[in-house]
């Protein structure tokens, strides 16, 4: 997604972040959960945001490798308030990656692919994560010491970032990448209507947070895909109820 307008931004975090502490939660428990997903965080957004730089690039655009975004160093990736979102709203983003199309031999394929290669970093590493998580459990067998469960839930926070962002980043909603490849797929910028909607994207996208509707896609989506991982690639029963 293109960077994000600050100020509604920084409402929507402060509304979330407000719920959040509201739900009864001790604050240190829910700060110490916090942290534990903050890896899974700072390599979801990393990797996402390398995928999309990565394919500009070998679709042949210098734009990407120009502006320093061909890596997996969270440096060149982190959006502080995206960062932020995601540890306290459930949802974020990192700094996104610019990119000229005019490079590509086909224009609207290599936006789907572009579009698709952030999701599909997200897509792997929680595939990877899970194997990993399997191997973990079995080296580490029934120990239940806190250094272990510490690292599980590591692990497994890897795992569930991963898939929000897979899921959100696929929301065909302005200025998520499920927008753009649907745009491309349909050709809408053809649309009249086209304009509007993408420049009115951030409020729209916050409006469909606030009335619900992304959590009624996101939350279903996310538990179905993680409880997926977790019977057939970890091997133990879902996670989430």
Known sequence: M??????????????????NLMRGQDLGEFLIEKLIILPGIIIGLSFHEFGHALASTKLGDPTPEKQGRVTLNPIAHIDPVGMLCLIFAGFGWGVPVQIDPTYYKDRRAGEILVGFAGVAMNLLLAVVFSLLTRLYLTVAGNAQDDVNMIVEQVLFGVIYINVILLVFNLLPIPPLDGFGIVTQIFDLERKPWYRTVYSYGYFILIFAVLLGLVGMVLTPLTRLLVNFLCTTLVGIPPVIA
């Open 2 to 19: 293109r960077r994000n307008p600050i100020v509604p931004i920084l409402l929507l975090f402060a509304l979330m972040t407000f719920v």
